[in-house]
């Protein structure tokens, strides 16, 4: 994996964790690293083949956890906290965070709520009036987000 995928995965898992209401704290560090590793000058399998986890830790925001999380992701394309996240939230949930209108918590919400996990499961859920319906979603933003979803 290329630096550039390594962090993308960081930044979708922060992205996932934020819609679930889960800790500011761990997605925070997930978007630091994200953005040092996005940005260092080595790739990271070089760093993990030739320094081990004790090279990963010279990154900014990278700790152990992080660094592990890298040399798994460098062998094997993934992580086991990336696996179980997506098992009770499927990664199409970050699909509802592109259309305007649709931040975190209104993504959160329509997760938890509606069980919304995909752009089609909106879609049905619009068409059927559910946005109406939707705490926190005022006229204007289900017409934006049904205007979305038409050009789509």
Known sequence: MTNEQIARRFNQMASL???RGED?????SY???????ETWPVE???VTREQGIAGLLDIPGVGKAL?????ELVET??????????AETPA???DLLELPGVGPKTA??????????????LRKFAESGGLEMADGVGPKTAERIKAALARR
């Open 67 to 71: 660094a592990g999380k890298i040399v």
């Open 108 to 121: 959160a919400m329509l997760h938890q709520k509606f069980k919304i996990t995909s752009l089609d499961d």
């Open 17 to 19: 964790m934020e819609v």
């Open 31 to 37: 978007r630091m690293a994200a953005e040092a590793i």
């Open 77 to 86: 394309g993934t992580f086991d906290a990336w696996d179980r996240l997506t």
């Open 44 to 46: 990271m399998a070089e």
């Open 24 to 28: 500011p704290f761990r997605l925070r």
């Open 92 to 94: 199409t949930v970050l």
